[in-house]
């Protein structure tokens, strides 16, 4: 069966309802593998060094090479669901990704290593956007609530279950596999997702035909590579002053971006960016707040790390094994905040999650200078607790805000950009890291002095993240006090309205 964009939702018969909630299980377990791929890399780097013989630049391209291809090739895997078919779309991607997994854990040496990683942030690319865009073609506006509740659920759990699941893997060494593992493992549940989605995803695309457009694929691609690429390797290049040219020129490259688009839609209504989008208060919000949130997620779960790892000396698996208290608040408040809190205190509740999250950092903070070096991970309970729901607080209604007012046929593109933001984010976040983390650490440090030099280093950098979540506090003013589908869901509800999937 087929659907154009018209509204769906459920239907007299069980089963298509049962088959509804088995995509939504399959397009998240998607989500989940793209997550956990993000991080689960950094803990197994050490492995990597040792068995593969990898460089530092090769190792640098391991973990930048993934976010590279991923976020560059988003907003055109998000547009090929609109034109393709969503399901479609995402089956080629989640099937390139599982064949990506096999040659990342089958690679022969490091080069094959990186370019396989590059192979799976692309097909990750395809995958991902069509996830939110499945998602908002599926199910009726008076269900999305819930449904994104899911998935923020998902996002906070596969943003700290990568470093404790690669902790484990590595730790484990199955069949001596060592570092290969963290890939190995995404085949069995790939080659699931590709039977069970050829199975269970109703195909969804824009009713009218699209063009893909080229040009545009280019322009966003070559301006995503010139931000992006100075940033992942300024620091280790020294940030050198072609970085800066190319920073800077990639501005130039987007705003002709945005030049070739507004004509392009005007010519045959087919552009790769659907600018119109922009126009819709609570869409050009969201994407402003997504972005500096993924800054100050960059910073944090970067320098947390470090500081857990080579300041405090932990091992990987305590490492990761610290962050569950933070997960487990992430899913439980993210729940909480789409499905009861949202539909009645509307954008306060986010508001509420940059504070309580501020609040969190700045108790994590004081924390690590009181304890000093002998901290534990039970007294970073409290404050990584305290964070974690402020950002389930956010993160899920957030998705729910942008998306809320997008018409349908423009799902596609509206989530390839909010993915896209985010990565933008996250980058601009890890490079801002070279200031507000190393800027203070001197590069000359004895073993007894790196303790100390990381520890004072981490306060500085969480300062920087609490006064971005100020930022965003601020930014939220222009969200909509109520996201629409929340008045839309209650009015088909006391009407007793029952939308049907065609």
Known sequence: MTSTDTTPGSTGGGGTDRRRWFALAIVMTAAFMDLVDVTIVNVAIPSIQREAGASFSEIQWITAGYALAFAAGLITGGRLGDIHGRKRI??????????????CGL?????????????????????????????????????RGKVFGLFGAVVGLGAVSGPVLGALLTEWNLFGWEWRSIFLINLPVGVAGLILGSRFITESK?????????????LVTLGLLM?????????????????YVSMAGSLVVLAALVVFERRKSARDGSPLVELSLFRVKSFAAGIAVQTVFGVALGIFFLV????????????PLKAGLTGVPFSIAVSVAAGMSVQKLVPRFGRKVLQAGALVMAAGVLLYIWESGHYGLAITPWQMALPLVVMGVGMGLIVAPLTDAILSEVPREHSGSASG????????????????VSVVFF???????????????????????????????AAIFLLMFALPKRPAQHV??????????????V
């Open 90 to 103: 995402f089956l080629v991607g989640i099937g390139g990704f599982t064949v990506a997994s096999a040659l």
């Open 107 to 143: 690679a022969v040496n490091p080069e094959m290593l990186v370019a396989s990683r590059f192979l799976q942030g692309g097909m990750a690319a395809l995958m991902v956007p069509q996830v939110l865009s499945i998602v908002h073609a599926t199910f009726p506006a008076h269900e």
């Open 206 to 218: 824009a009713p009218k035909a699209l063009k893909l457009d080229l040009v545009g694929v280019a």
């Open 227 to 243: 931000l992006l690429y100075p940033l992942i390797r300024g620091r280790e290049l020294d940030w050198p002053l072609w970085g």
């Open 304 to 315: 947390w790390t470090l500081y857990m790892q080579f300041g405090l000396g932990w091992t």
């Open 417 to 432: 950009l909010i993915n896209t933001v985010q990565q933008m984010g996250n980058a601009l976040g890890l490079g801002l």
């Open 439 to 469: 800027g203070s650490i001197s590069d000359h440090l004895s073993r007894d002095q790196m303790g100390p030099a990381f520890a004072d280093a981490f306060q500085n950098a969480l300062g920087w993240v609490a006064a971005v979540l």
């Open 488 to 501: 839309e869901g209650e009015a088909l509800a006391a009407e007793g309205k029952e939308a049907v999937l």
